[in-house]
């Protein structure tokens, strides 16, 4: 098991519905991360947050919408999205800066019908 | 642009021979580079990082090594064991004060056949 938990560990959701991903770390990390990552492909950065505060938006369309609550939690909202969005999607955390290695949980797969 | 480029998609080995795993890049200028598994279904699982002033770097049956010249590094795992079989992906990370910004190459999928 890992020390990031992500809840739920499936989501099947229609174009119309509006969910959240929840992520949570007790690591004392402060820097927080969203990855998507489709079949076969590699993990590809949406958002990161450091010390609570949205520092990287990797030009994220506005259907996914990042919220970091406290220093612990990390949330992704979805809110009309696509049969292309259907992808695992990946919260990790690490310490703030550099030569910092990535913590990930397994992920929330996301089919979106 | 930059690229992050490992050498396969995947590669198959015998049981106790050694796995050499490669990754290149162009336009970038790494500080460190980190290698990650990733098992089917699970999130990547850090392995080594190694800094760009750093040759080579160890872990048990792990070996990194890093050429900023060539702009490559090598994953060896010795003595490998079909447990071993997973998806390597090595990252590269941007100086950036808002957090690490680490890009993933395309990942090799490693069989260990006994």
């Known amino acids: 098991d890992t020390e990031v938990t992500q809840t739920p560990k499936h989501l099947v959701m229609g174009m119309t519905n509006k969910k959240s991903l929840k992520c949570e770390q007790h690591?004392?990390?402060?820097?927080m991360y969203w990855y998507k990552q489709k079949a076969k492909k590699p993990p590809e950065l949406m958002f990161v947050?450091?010390?609570?505060?949205?520092?990287i938006n990797e030009s994220v369309p506005s259907r996914f919408s990042p919220e970091c609550p406290n220093s612990s939690l990390l949330n992704l909202h979805l809110h009309a999205l696509q049969p292309e969005d259907s992808a695992l999607y990946l919260c990790a955390s690490s310490r703030p800066g550099q030569n910092s290695p990535l913590h990930f949980g397994n992920g929330t797969r996301l089919t979106v019908t | 642009s930059q690229k992050i480029e490992q050498n396969s998609e995947a590669l198959n080995i015998q049981e106790g021979k050694t796995a050499t795993l490669t990754c290149n890049y162009t336009?970038?200028?790494?500080?460190?580079l980190q290698w990650y598994r990733q098992d089917p279904g699970r999130g990547p699982v850090f392995l080594l990082l190694?800094?760009?002033?750093?040759k080579e770097k160890r872990k048990e049956r792990l070996k990194v090594t890093f050429d900023t010249t060539l702009k490559q590094s090598l994953f060896h795992i010795t003595a490998s064991q079909p447990a071993d079989s997973a998806t390597y992906l090595c990252a590269l990370d941007i100086i950036n004060n808002a957090g690490n910004m680490l890009t993933f190459g395309g990942g090799t999928r490693l069989m260990v056949k006994p």
């Open positions: 190694i800094r760009e002033n750093e």
């Open positions: 690591m004392g990390h402060r820097a």
């Open positions: 336009n970038y200028s790494p500080a460190y």
């Open positions: 947050y450091s010390y609570e505060k949205l520092s």
